[in-house]
């Protein structure tokens, strides 16, 4: 039998709540059965749905989003490895190295070391992009967001925000000053494409309230060194692999632990894309 839309909506509300409150405690002990009850499921049937909705089990995604956390504090941050190992939530270095080992095959400490090596893809770094950069602070800003899994190129955008937009019209949230916004909760030279999580959102004034697969969150406030890249989308990769590999160390920029967001400054659907400008927010101490 197939599930009613409004069971679905209500699932997929319940689960972006689950979702976000591991994002937001990924260094501490998250007990089970506070999950369920966050969620409102029956424990009896939260571990089938979460997994029915995440593709895998919940204490897989849980470990996988410390160890992958882990990863780009060893190659973004200069944090000792037991520091960062209590950030992820584990107390000791060698339960972060065990499972990092076995998971990607090689120890922190030669991670952190070995440039060369790659997990998903090498860096490309390319100095020539059209990139500038200044440090900001910014105001926390309320979003509406559907979340999206998959390869960050293979994402449907433009339908997404079609549903944003409708859910504005639908209760009177316009305003001259709506932002579209793409937050990026993972490095795809550390996750598998398919477990790539982006949240596509839509700014807005009045208060919202989460509705089926729509949520509402604020985006942190605070320093931001914003690099602002005009051209095409195709080639992003490079201006982060650039940004993480080459300007960020070399200004001595200490990066906070939040998600870095794009602000989209250009319609694509009307811009060429060599003239598409882009705004990367990196969060910073």
């Known amino acids: 039998m197939q599930q009613r839309p409004t069971t679905k909506e209500e699932y997929l509300k319940r689960v972006n709540i689950v979702i976000e409150y591991i994002s937001n405690h990924v260094g501490e002990n998250i007990d089970l059965q506070t999950l369920a009850d966050i969620s409102g499921f029956s424990p009896y049937h939260f571990h089938r749905i979460m997994r029915a909705f995440l593709k895998e089990p919940i204490g897989t995604f849980m470990v996988r989003l410390r160890i992958e956390t882990a990863a780009r504090l060893l190659r973004q941050t200069s944090l000792p490895i037991s520091d960062i190992a209590y950030q992820v939530g584990y107390d000791m270095p060698s339960s972060l190295s065990k499972i990092f080992k076995r998971l990607y095959g090689i120890s922190p400490n030669e991670y952190r070391t070995n440039k060369n090596f790659t997990i998903m893809k090498p860096e490309v770094i390319n100095t020539n992009l059209n990139v500038q950069a200044e440090v900001k602070k910014e105001e926390a800003k309320q979003v509406i967001y559907i979340r999206l899994f998959g390869g960050y190129d293979t994402l449907a955008y433009e339908k997404t925000w079609d549903t944003l937009w409708k859910y504005i019209q639908q209760n009177n949230l316009f305003s001259s000053d709506i932002e579209h916004i793409g937050v990026y909760h993972d490095d795809p030279k550390v996750t598998e494409p398919d477990k790539l999580r982006t949240d596509i959102c839509l700014s807005v004034q009045q208060p919202a309230t989460p509705k089926g697969e729509i949520g509402v969150k604020q985006l942190r406030g605070g320093k931001y060194v914003v690099f602002t890249y ?56």
Do not use: M
Request: proline share 11%.
């Open 230 to 285: 005009r051209g095409s989308y195709e080639f992003l990769h490079a201006v982060y692999d650039t940004i993480y590999g080459k300007w960020i160390p070399e200004n001595n920029y200490q990066i906070a632990d939040a998600p870095c967001y794009e602000k989209y400054l250009t319609n694509p659907a009307v811009t060429p894309p060599e003239e598409n400008v882009t705004a990367i927010y990196v969060p910073i101490e």
